[in-house]
C-alpha cells in the first residue's frame, strides 16, 4: 500500500513524514460512516507540539502508518498509546492525541486497519466492517507491539511511563493489551468489548479479555454506558477481575450514555460523561505513575 523507500532499502520503522514534505498518510475529516449532520467536534490546535507521522515495524514486515502528537519541550515525556475505533486514524482520534500531547503526553496511534484499507472515509458501515474483520488480534498486538518498540528508542519518550488507552474497537484492543505488555503501567477502555456474544464460535485469530483477565500486566479502567449493549458483561469482567486478584482494575458505567459516548462527533456524544471519563482517566493514568508532572526516568 505505502511503497516509499529509503536509500538503505525498506527499513522504514523510523522513517517520518511531515505536512511540510509529504501528504498525510491518514484521511482529513472525521469517519463518514458515522459523522452526525449536527456534530460540533472539539478541535485542538498542534501549538507547542510536534505533529508527524512515521512508519512502525511490526512482526509482518509490513510499513505500518502511525500519528503522532509531542510536546515541544525538551526531554522524555509520558507516552499514550491510542488505539482507535473501528473508523481508524481520522480526525478524532488525530484530536484525542493533540489533547494528550497538550497536556504533556506524547501520544501515537498506531493505522490498524490500512493492510486493507483505510475505513474512514466510506459511509457504508457494511464495507467499513468488511475491513475491520481482517485485523486478527495477533496482528493488532503485533502493532502495538511495534508502537512500544519505537518509542523505546525515542529520545522524547519515557519508556518507564507508557500507557495506552482506546475506543470502542480501541478499548478492546486496550485491555488485551495490557493483558499482553509489561511495558504498559496502566490503560484505560471506553466501552471496549470484554467478553465474546453468546453462541459466537471458536476463533485463534479472536481474543476475548475476560479469557485473559489472568494475565493483565498492568491496572485497566474500563469506561461504559448502560445502554451500550457491551455493557452487559460488565458483571462478569468485575467478577473475572476479582476471581483473578486484579483488584487495582475497576469498572465506571454512566447510566444515561450508550456506545460511543466520548465520540463528539456522533449523535451518541455525552458530554458530561465525557468529561467525567476524561478526567477519570488522566487521574487513572497519574495514580499508576504516567503523568507528565511525575520525575522523568532517566
Request: some cysteine.
Amino acid at each position: 500500500m505505502f511503497n516509499l523507500t529509503g536509500p538503505e532499502g525498506a527499513a522504514l520503522g523510523d522513517f517520518r513524514l511531515s505536512r511540510r514534505n509529504l501528504s498525510s498518510l491518514f484521511f482529513s475529516g472525521y469517519a463518514l460512516a458515522a459523522l452526525s449532520a449536527r456534530a460540533d467536534p472539539i478541535h485542538t490546535d498542534d501549538a507547542g507540539m510536534l505533529v508527524e507521522e512515521v512508519f512502525l515495524s511490526p512482526p509482518d514486515g509490513f510499513h505500518l502508518p502511525a500519528y503522532i502528537a509531542r510536546p515541544a519541550a525538551k526531554g522524555r515525556h509520558p507516552v499514550v498509546i491510542v488505539a482507535s475505533e473501528i473508523f481508524g486514524v481520522h480526525d478524532y482520534i488525530k484530536d484525542i492525541c493533540r489533547r494528550l500531547a497538550k497536556l504533556g503526553y506524547a501520544a501515537i496511534a498506531p493505522a490498524f486497519f490500512v493492510r486493507v484499507a483505510d475505513p474512514a472515509p466510506l459511509g457504508d458501515m457494511a464495507a467499513v466492517m468488511k475491513i475491520v474483520v481482517q485485523a486478527s488480534d495477533p496482528q493488532v498486538m503485533g502493532d502495538v507491539g511495534a508502537a512500544l518498540a519505537y518509542l523505546e528508542k525515542q529520545s522524547w519518550a519515557d519508556r518507564h511511563r507508557m500507557a495506552i488507552t482506546g475506543f470502542c474497537y480501541g478499548g478492546g484492543v486496550t485491555w488485551l493489551a495490557c493483558e499482553t505488555f509489561p511495558a504498559l503501567k496502566c490503560g484505560v477502555a471506553w466501552y471496549g468489548r470484554m467478553a465474546p456474544p453468546a453462541g459466537a464460535p471458536a476463533n485463534l485469530a479472536r481474543y476475548w479479555p475476560i479469557q485473559k483477565v489472568a494475565d493483565l500486566q498492568a491496572p485497566v479502567l474500563g469506561l461504559y454506558g448502560a445502554k451500550d449493549q457491551l455493557a452487559d458483561s460488565v458483571p462478569a469482567m468485575r467478577a473475572a477481575l476479582k476471581a483473578a486478584g486484579k483488584m487495582d482494575s475497576e469498572i465506571i458505567v454512566y447510566a444515561d450514555a450508550g456506545h460511543g459516548f466520548h465520540a463528539d462527533y456522533r449523535a451518541s456524544y455525552v458530554a458530561a460523561d465525557a468529561k467525567d471519563g476524561w478526567d477519570r482517566m488522566l487521574a487513572f493514568f497519574a495514580r499508576s505513575g504516567v503523568a507528565p508532572n511525575a520525575k522523568p526516568s532517566s
